[in-house]
């Protein structure tokens, strides 16, 4: 275990934003955390920052707390049960190339989830979702270390606390026992439970137009799916290798049917989706695109130009924009969504 400092972070966040990290440790596995909360038990007490790929993050400065950055690797099939092929990985693979090698090994289920950036160990934090299936609907199991006491632990789905890219590690616990694990587990593996009675989830409108153009008598197979997520996210999200971005940056925000009917009154074009609750999902990227954001720059930071949901960094390598003009932009969208609205959008990415 060597602890490093003054390292630069440029390379290790999407946004491509420069900061440094006071201290950080590569954890490549549960040794290297042991040894560290041997040596350095307050350290690990006072919320450290566990990294994984990065990309959900908007760094406003440099990190004063511990920076664990997660390179446990290996993905193997840990159970074969007559519904499901059951995998774990490690919580430093990149989500994308798990994706793939799982149907590569002809076991379908995370095709929706593909080309999402990070890390397998980011995976369950943040919910990640796309194109119809969020992760907890793959969700088996993780494996996580107790940062203040060095104990291993297990927790399934209800444990985790999933919502909308939300769950309990996006939360401090608090005194008053709310349940939340922010800056206290570093999670170490994930299992999914991938399904052996596949069926293509082709509920969102872009992957069922692609369906229908490929012919329905053809129900497509799971790579298709997968080829087709690759492309419309192609189509319409930044790769972060080319132009530094953390994908949404803000929530859908819920509201109930009288205050959708009520904006549908004065902007009847507003994309609205009906929830199983029936609460109402506005589309974030619509509102922020109406407000005239789109194609934006203040400073270095800017609104894609073909997604308004997404900030990117408009700056170059040696000039990059910085977490300071992200924020900046971001609650600037915000005031104008809230005052044309009267909706406040939530943030989606770690903000430190
Ligand atoms: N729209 C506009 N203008 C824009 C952007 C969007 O009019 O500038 C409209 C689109 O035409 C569409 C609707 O808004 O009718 C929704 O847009 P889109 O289909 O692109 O999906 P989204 O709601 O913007 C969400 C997730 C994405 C996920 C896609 C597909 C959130 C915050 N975002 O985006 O997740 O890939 O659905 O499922 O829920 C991420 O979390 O980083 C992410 C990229």
Redesign the pocket.
């Known amino acids: 275990m060597l602890v490093e400092n003054q390292v630069p972070l440029q390379s290790l966040n999407s946004f491509g934003i420069q900061a440094k990290a006071h201290h950080l440790v590569r954890v490549a596995g549960v040794a290297d955390l042991l040894a560290l909360h041997h040596a350095h038990p307050a350290w690990l007490r006072s919320q450290p920052l566990v990294l994984g790929g990065g990309s959900?993050l908007v760094l406003t400065g440099d990190v004063q707390s511990l920076v664990l950055k997660v390179e446990i690797l290996g993905r193997r099939l840990v159970a074969d049960t007559p519904s499901h092929w059951v995998v774990e990985a490690g919580a430093g693979e990149n989500w994308h190339d798990l994706v793939a090698w799982t149907l590569e090994q002809g076991w379908p289920g995370l095709e929706n989830l593909a080309l999402?950036p990070g890390t397998v160990g980011a995976s369950p934090v943040?919910n990640?979702?796309?194109?119809?299936v969020e992760l907890q609907d793959r969700f088996h199991s993780l494996d996580a270390v107790d940062l203040h006491t060095g104990q291993v632990f297990t927790l399934d789905a209800a444990q985790c606390g999933f919502g909308?890219?939300d769950s309990v590690f996006k939360h401090v616990g608090g005194n008053q026992g709310q349940l939340g694990l922010a800056g206290r587990a570093l999670i170490t593996h994930v299992r999914l439970a991938l399904p052996k009675h596949w069926v293509p989830e082709l509920g969102?409108?872009?992957l069922a137009r692609k369906a229908e153009e490929a012919g329905a008598a053809h129900p497509p197979s799971a790579r298709q799916v997968f080829d087709w997520v690759c492309a419309i996210?192609r189509a319409?999200?930044p790769d972060p290798a080319v132009l530094g971005n953390?994908?949404?940056f803000?929530?859908?925000p819920t509201v109930s049917p009288e205050q959708c009917a009520d904006i549908i009154g004065r902007d009847p074009k507003v994309?609205h989706y009906p929830m199983p609750d029936g609460s109402v999902k506005l589309?974030?990227?619509?509102l922020?695109?109406?407000c005239g954001w789109?194609g934006k720059t203040v400073g270095q930071a800017g609104v894609y130009d073909?997604?308004?949901?997404?900030l990117v960094n408009r700056g170059d390598a040696e000039h990059p924009c910085t977490g300071g003009q992200v924020m900046t932009l971001a609650r600037a969208i915000q005031t104008s969504v809230y005052e044309r609205f009267g909706l406040r959008l939530d943030i989606?990415p770690v903000v430190v």
Do not use: H, M, P, T
């Open positions: 959900n999402i943040q990640i979702g796309a194109y119809g909308y890219r969102y409108l872009e996210r319409k999200l953390a994908g949404s803000f929530k859908n994309v589309a974030a990227g619509w922020i695109d109406a789109k073909k997604q308004a949901l997404v989606e």
